[in-house]
């Protein structure tokens, strides 16, 4: 079997569900576009599987049973969450794979107070350069020592215009997202809902993605409903809790990209990664 651009159906879900293993943040909905085929000539990279055969039988941004099967025997990425739930927050965070290569592909500064942020929403003023190379390990030294003045520092315009031209590709992002930062935040989520560990994938994957924006603060009434979802899974009310995630709506105007973010979670945790097109 191969699989090309404009193909569409169950195989090509099967296809984007297993390379979102790999980190592709695709949508799982069955169309082979441009993003999949991207995504296709990443993997045959990032897995060193080449296409077999002249390109009139399978090309290298196509996928044939040597990659389908490499994809398929890929363990998930990140177990407590699953890759559907690993790509549900990181695209959040970036959108799409098409948008982080347009936005988010070199460091940012997204203003105010913040420091300079690379890959999915790491944001250097909050690491040493110590904790920094723990998490990107295989950035070069000469590549770290452009990043020093942005440690523990708030970012401004030109302290990005200065590290413009730094790369820092999705699949590298993806993986310190999996490997470093998810980690930290499910421990973090677990702190005020310790019940996480007995959900369903979807919601852990919802109240990850809520503490992975809003952080564990439960002080004051901005954060009522943080408090109302920790005397729910105490209470045993796991349904109640998406009426918690979907009235934080106030907190922000209609058309905030926050409140998507909240129906978005609520819905997760009601219906679970298909709802979303994730599995």
Known sequence: ????????????????????????????????????????????????????????????????????????????????????????????????????????????????????????????????????????????????????????????DALRTSLADLDFPLEVAMKVFTDRTLPQFLARTRSIYPQIDNLPRARKAALVSLVYNRGTDLDGDRRREMRAIRDRLNAGDFDGVATEIDAMDRLWPPQSGLVKRRHDEARLWRSGFGALQLE
């Open 1 to 156: 079997m191969i699989l090309r651009l404009h193909d569409n159906g169950d195989n090509v879900k099967r296809l984007q569900r297993n390379l979102n293993k790999l980190g592709s943040a695709l949508l799982v909905d069955g169309d082979f576009g441009p993003g999949t085929r991207d995504a296709v000539v990443s993997a045959r990279t990032t897995l060193a599987v080449a296409a077999v055969g002249p390109p009139s039988v399978a090309g290298p941004d196509e996928a044939d049973d040597l990659l389908l099967n490499a994809l398929e025997n890929l363990p998930e990425p990140f177990p407590p969450l699953g890759a559907p739930g690993v790509t549900f927050i990181a695209r959040l965070e970036i959108g799409s794979p098409r948008q982080y290569q347009q936005m988010y592909r070199h460091p940012e500064w997204p203003g105010e107070t913040s420091g300079i942020t690379i890959g999915i929403g790491y944001d250097l003023k909050f690491v040493t350069r110590a904790e920094f190379e723990a998490d990107w390990a295989g950035l070069t030294a000469a590549a770290v020592n452009r990043l020093m003045p942005a440690f523990r520092a708030t970012g401004s």
